[in-house]
């Protein structure tokens, strides 16, 4: 009879088990069985893009740096575009609105949405949320990468065709991919790639554009109302994921479909950008919500988002709602920014706009470079090299967020200037 916990030799007799070599390094156990990885790491590292775990915290580094030079330290690498990850919101009111009086609010939902996890935080949460980007309902997930993998997977039928961006997020990539159907890929925010998909597919497919409204490392924007107007005309769904655009752009920061007057079909949010926090929403129709609360495996089969959470996310979004002023702010720094480099000769990505700004290395070596040497200067940003960005197209991903100062912007102004053109 098996016992709990107690460790079952294979079958075939326990001589087997002993193969899987266990050693102690000091108190800590070492998995020899698992040493082929050395080889795949060391592909890796020849190739420059293994990154280590055990390098350390660069932010400490560099926040080091800063202090030895008695410099403040800047920030320009992080998704928290409107400074909101630094602080805890008040959640006062919604303390009063979600907890009976005298009990804190509940850090654990304890349980998935459907088994009971379900608390009126979560409800809360997603009536805020749809009210935000003009949609039925929303959903939540505790990530955007559970957001975009689920949703796609459950809405999208073998026999149908996706047509996506060539550079869609990998979680998009990967939800085309468990969606199992075919999938098509158009050329970066190219419209009338698009429309020849659509042209040659659509009278024998249900369609699926997806792409992204800002995308992440290259700061452009397709011509959502093109691909709306697309899908309108050959009967496709439209699928949007604004991850880096809510909170930044459009009305109240509702992002850039509502800013383009483009309603997508299905509209995905992350909390971990501009919300300053963790975890993601779908917001579609009823009835797409529903069929995504039935089938959505990664929404179905996962603990429902820490109701502390969305307490605080709900705060956020009425806080980032109210603060067109942050946004305004944002978007001047950006143009200033952008000006600047632009003055000097330095490349960043074609069409790029807003607060993230790709300045162009497409030596991988020379980006890791020019990363350490702004690091040296006590500015945190990071190198993007391949397979996060395409071959040959390394560069230093800048960003922007609306608590820098105008000193500290000249400064990573000059400092990037000066790095740059070295
Ligand atoms: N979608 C886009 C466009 C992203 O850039 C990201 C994250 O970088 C995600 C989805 C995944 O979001 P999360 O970090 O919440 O998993």
Redesign the pocket.
Known sequence: MPVWGARQAPAGGSAKLSSSRVCNRGSLRTVAVLDFLEAQIEALRASGSYRNPDDGNDRLRVMENARALGAEFIDASSNNYLNRSDYFPDVSRETQLSVPPGQLARLGAGASRLIHGTRPEHSELEAALSKWVGLERALLFS???AA?VGVISALVRPDDLIISDELN?A?IIDGCRLARAQIHITAHCDSSAIEAALLANAATHRCWVVT?SYF?MDGDSPDLHAIRHLCNNYGAVMIV?E??ALGVFGPQGSGLCSASHVNADVLIG?F?KALGAQG?FVASSRVATNWLWNRARSFVYSTAMSPLLATSIEANVRAIRADDEARTRLGRMAFWFRSKLDANQIPVTAHSHGPIIPILYPNPTRAIKAAASLGQLGILTQAIRPPTVPENSSRIRLTLHAGLNQSQLERLVDSVIQTCTQ
């Open positions: 990530s955007g990468y975009n997020h979680s992204e992440s994921d991850a880096h992350t971990g993601a």
